[in-house]
């Protein structure tokens, strides 16, 4: 009877002391016991999107434990519950919420003296693809301003379902020239296109001796990165000059201009060779004075240099 009593006012201390009555107190974990972390999706797209943590908690012989039995959670990306109980069928199950951060969430659960069990969640969208224009994709040698030449550079940013991905932290690089990013981050729009400005000097693409250069974007967004590059083509073929000599009517000779080269090219026409040039156009026409046979020289040049081609024609010339 005494030992009674004394439980009796025990349990009044204590539910003086902690608000709780005797018959609620937490269920202790059994010996032997397992936890198991689910959570769905395993995605969230969103970065203040929400995914369901299930943290499972069995018995050793495999049945539910006492409902109310604590379930402690943390995370390290966003937030969740500190403490959820177990309901009947031993399943404790909190909120994994995004707090605009984009990246790798490990969520642990803890109960009683079982060890830890964790689980990762991506949070927000990641870089899956990304494609790089320049425009335009070809250099000349010839024709450059003052300032240098622009090249317009476009990169476009897809995330896992192929979808435009806003966002995107990218940054371009370039083997000459100047970036008008000066390397630093670009940040994909709405429609997943990051944009830059390339700047090429004359001098620079002069002691360039390859035939091509190239320009990168390199992507990323949460856990994915992904790079694409683009060669841009330097023109420097010199030409090689040549023709075709047809007669239209009479002493008429219609030029059919067959040269070869990197464009742009210019041309200047001697119908006769005595060094008087007579024709800038690329295919002429000229009318001889009378029939017979006449030298012509057709000077072609670009920027990588020049070629003269000097042939004999009959007039009238066959058509």
Same mark, same amino acid.
């Given at each position: ?77 966003? #937030? ?8 009947? =069928? ?37 870089? $899956?693809?990304? $494609? ?12 450059? %301003?003052?300032?240098?030449k622009k090249i317009q550079l476009l990169a476009l ?23 008008? #990013? ?5 940040? $994909?729009?709405? =429609? ?16 360039? =001796?390859? %035939?091509?250069?190239?320009? $990168? ?32 009517? !009479?002493?008429?000779?219609? /030029? ?14 001697? /119908?006769?060779?005595? !060094? ?32 003269? =081609? ?10």
């Amino acid at each position: 009877m005494q030992s009674r009593t004394h439980l009796a006012l025990l349990c009044l201390l204590l539910t003086l002391a902690t608000g709780l009555a005797c018959d609620k107190a937490s269920p202790v974990v059994p010996e032997g016991a397992t936890l198991v972390l689910t959570v769905a999706p395993g995605t969230i797209n969103s970065p203040t999107g929400t995914a369901t943590v299930n943290a499972i908690v069995r018995t050793g012989n495999g049945t539910p434990v006492f409902r109310g039995t604590e379930v402690r959670f943390d995370t390290t990306l966003g #937030s969740i519950e500190p403490l959820v109980t177990t309901n009947d =069928q031993g399943v404790a199950t909190a909120t994994l919420r995004g707090d605009g951060r984009v990246g790798k969430a490990t969520v642990r659960a803890i109960a009683g003296a079982i060890m830890p069990v964790t689980v990762d969640v991506l949070i927000g969208t990641n870089v $899956s693809n990304v $494609s790089l224009q320049a425009t335009p994709s070809t250099i000349s040698l010839s024709g450059f %301003p003052s300032g240098g030449k622009k090249i317009q550079l476009l990169a476009l940013v897809r995330d896992d379902q192929g979808q435009p991905l806003a966002g995107a932290n990218v940054n371009f690089s370039t083997e000459i020239g100047t970036l008008q #990013s000066r390397g630093g981050f670009v940040r $994909s729009n709405g =429609q997943g296109a990051a944009t830059d400005t390339l700047t090429v000097q004359l001098s620079e693409l002069s002691t360039f =001796q390859a %035939p091509t250069f190239t320009v $990168s974007a390199h992507a990323s967004l949460g856990t994915g990165n992904q790079t694409a590059t683009f060669e841009l083509r330097i023109q420097r073929d010199a030409p090689i000059a040549s023709f075709i000599a047809h007669g239209n009517s !009479g002493n008429n000779v219609r /030029f059919e201009n067959t040269t070869t080269g990197a464009e742009p090219i210019s041309y200047t026409w001697d /119908f006769t060779n005595d !060094g008087t040039v007579d024709s800038n156009v690329k295919n002429p026409t000229f009318t001889y004075p009378n029939a017979g046979t006449f030298t012509v020289r057709l000077v072609a040049t670009n920027s990588a240099g020049s070629d003269d =081609q000097i042939q004999a024609i009959t007039v009238p010339a066959p058509p």
